[in-house]
């Protein structure tokens, strides 16, 4: 089984790109909603949360506070604390689903996770693919997206992220994407013929 890492900043189309892939059949596993998931399911996960950030970072009902984590982690600058939780946790059930899909023949399982390079260049993953636009656009699409007229809020979360363009290194393809979802389509597709045909 081949794993391929998509990776790429806010708005660059690392999302679109996935959902080429997966209109041919390639499963893609969303980290970002995978950690959503295990913040309400992993009950030793919950409890640190817990013991870390208060009771408060839950309902009663068991669903997650978001508006007050956000707060606690982002504005009180300790989005390090919660991540030292939620990151290991989503690895070792990461590591669990790719042993499941191995073990039932998948050929191909994709991740898309804008964290894949945080720390180097991981061992799980066997091809890394950096989706790269330039600044401009990656703000107008993600105006467009979340419905943002505030330029500067977009530029202080693409300030969060690290420098993809500096990451080049860590990648086996780079996928410039700047023109329209057709070309993206081409290079999508044209990717996954040069993957699946080394299996």
């Known amino acids: 089984m081949i794993i391929a890492g998509i990776t790429g900043g806010i708005g660059s189309g690392k999302t679109s790109f996935c959902k080429i892939w997966e209109d ?56 390090s604390e919660l991540n030292a939780l939620v990151h290991p946790a989503l690895w070792k ?3 669990q689903m790719i042993t499941e899909k191995r073990e039932q023949g998948l050929p191909l399982l994709a991740i898309e996770a804008a964290i ?29 997206r979340d419905g943002i007229s505030e330029e500067k809020e977009i530029l202080s979360r693409l300030n969060k992220q690290p420098d993809f363009s500096n990451l080049h290194h860590l990648a086996d393809h780079v996928i410039y994407n700047n023109g329209s979802l057709e070309e993206l389509q081409q290079k999508a597709l044209k990717l996954l013929d040069q993957l699946t045909e080394t299996d």
């Open 24 to 79: 041919e059949g390639v499963e893609v596993i969303y980290l970002d909603d995978f950690a959503k998931e295990l913040m309400v399911s992993d009950q030793e996960l919950i409890k640190q949360i817990k013991n870390t950030f208060g009771d408060e970072s839950y309902y009663p009902d068991g669903t997650l506070n978001r508006k007050y984590l956000a707060a606690e982690a982002f504005e009180k600058g300790r989005v």
């Open 116 to 144: 894949l390079l945080n720390k180097g260049r991981p061992d799980r993953v066997d091809s890394v693919i950096l989706i790269e636009s330039d600044r401009d656009e990656q703000i107008q699409r993600v105006k467009k």
């Open 93 to 95: 059930k990461l590591d």
